[in-house]
Nanobody, 115 residues
């Protein structure tokens, strides 16, 4: 079993940055790809960025050029660097690990961008 714990959320003004972290523990050898999702009230959770075991990345169109996903095996941590934040980026952000036994989710961290 994989346990994921997000951190790094907070309140920032538009145009500023946040860096989210997602620490993995447990059966980390079973993790393949990892994703960041976000969700706002009344909406479905949406995929923001993903990274595979080889470091290849993909981004949702609205965050391309502003967000960067990365993962460091040495400290079992997934990151999401979010720059030039906009009020519409306000959401609860979740990390998700694709493991050999299924998907594992963190508890989420709130990121709020004021205009």
């Amino acid at each position: 079993q994989v346990r994921l714990v997000e951190s790094g959320g907070g309140l920032v003004q538009a145009g500023r940055s946040l860096r989210l972290s997602c620490y993995s523990s447990g059966s980390i050898f079973s993790i393949n790809d990892m994703d960041w999702y976000r969700q706002t009230p009344g909406k479905q959770r949406e995929l923001v960025a993903s990274i595979d075991k080889h470091g290849f990345t993909n981004y949702e169109d609205s965050v391309k050029g502003r967000f960067t996903i990365s993962r460091y095996m040495a400290n079992n941590t997934l990151y999401l660097q979010m720059n030039n934040l906009k009020p519409e980026d306000t959401a609860v952000y979740y990390c998700m690990a694709h493991t050999t036994t299924g998907a594992s989710w963190g508890q989420g961290t709130q990121g709020t961008v004021s205009s």
